[in-house]
């Protein structure tokens, strides 16, 4: 392992190994493994067994709430190769850049008027946007210091229900198994999302949080075969941290790696579960993105494959 994970292990697991967390999940008994960090876990969707301690306490990450957003020509600390996650609602378009998630990996906003959450995995690469609208009450979410197959755990402040981020479903409390609504965002670069959009806003870096937004806490991580935890279903086809894009369309999942894009170039007509669909890849700035027959953006997932194929082990794969 190279020194870069290892001073993430340290910083962000503190005490914890690999092997400790992997001994620790095989002799947690039920008494035990029915409370962790102050959650409820008994009669969760996924097993007890494999929900993790990631490491910090409940909001030992603090998510952001109602950040500050100023102009692209602002953005003084953003280098056009810096990636963020953007989103458009309403006429209304926002960009939050990843070196930012990586330290609070939830940020609740309003957007055009709809409340939504913003979510940043950095252990699966996985950037997702929910309406945080949910049974007609907007709720606001915290980073509960769980993990599931290597995947964050979001707790809403208002029932203390847990989240899968990506089975966008609660697992456990009042609201199990109710799912969040998934919206249409890109994972592209900063020079990319402006191109596009060149009136957004993206949220400011004056934040009194202690945290160093120039130094990147998952530095290597991206190229690792290594996971920090582990995860019961792996899938040899592809490295570990190949980005895919992850789609779910009529109850079925499909990945479309970037490697297979980039063989053909910057876009793919498919067909899947009967939809057609325009994929649509931009080598420079390392993102795809799924279009319907009539052009509109569908919402998908960005994701280390590792991840996607560990919450959808049947997923079939586009091959060029």
């Known amino acids: 392992?190279?020194?870069?994970?290892?001073?993430?292990?340290?910083?962000?697991?503190?005490?914890?190994?690999?092997?400790?967390?992997?001994?620790?999940?095989?002799?947690?008994?039920?008494?035990?493994?029915?409370?962790?960090?102050?959650?409820?876990?008994?009669?969760?969707?996924?097993?007890?067994?494999?929900?993790?301690?990631g490491g910090p306490p409940r909001d030992g990450i603090p998510a952001l709430d109602s950040p500050t957003f100023i102009a692209a020509n602002e953005a003084r600390y953003l280098r056009d190769s810096d990636r963020v996650l953007g989103l458009t609602i309403n006429g209304d378009a926002r960009a939050y850049p990843i070196r930012i998630l990586n330290w609070h990996e939830l940020v609740n906003d309003d957007v055009g008027g709809t409340p939504v959450l913003v979510s940043y995995c950095p252990l699966c690469g996985t950037g997702m946007v929910?309406?945080?609208?949910?049974?007609?009450?907007a709720r606001t979410f915290g980073v509960s210091g769980l993990l599931y197959a290597s995947d964050v755990l979001m707790y809403d402040r208002q029932s203390e229900s847990l989240w899968s981020q990506l089975l966008g479903q609660a697992v456990t409390g009042p609201l199990k198994g109710t799912r969040l609504s998934l919206l249409t965002s890109q994972h592209t670069t900063w020079g990319d999302w402006r191109r596009q959009h060149p009136n957004t806003r993206v949220m400011s870096d004056k934040i009194r949080s202690g945290r160093n937004y120039s130094r990147d806490p998952y530095a290597g991580y991206e190229n690792s075969r290594s996971l920090f935890f582990p995860v019961k279903h792996m899938d040899g086809r592809f490295h570990p941290k190949e980005w895919v894009l992850g789609l779910e369309i009529k109850g079925r999942y499909v990945a479309y790696p970037f490697s297979q894009l980039a063989l053909g170039g910057g876009e793919l007509k498919d067909t899947y579960a009967g939809v057609p669909l325009r994929i649509v890849y931009d080598a420079d700035a390392h993102s795809a993105r799924a279009l319907d027959a009539d052009g509109n953006e569908l919402p998908s997932v960005r994701s280390y494959w590792f991840a996607w194929v560990a919450f959808h082990p049947g997923t079939e794969v586009y091959r060029k």
């Open 1 to 53: 392992m190279s020194n870069g994970l290892t001073m993430i292990l340290i910083r962000h697991l503190r005490s914890l190994t690999l092997w400790s967390i992997g001994l620790l999940l095989l002799t947690t008994s039920p008494a035990q493994a029915a409370s962790k960090n102050g959650f409820d876990l008994s009669g969760s969707l996924v097993p007890q067994r494999e929900i993790a301690q």
């Open 130 to 137: 929910f309406k945080a609208k949910v049974a007609g009450e």
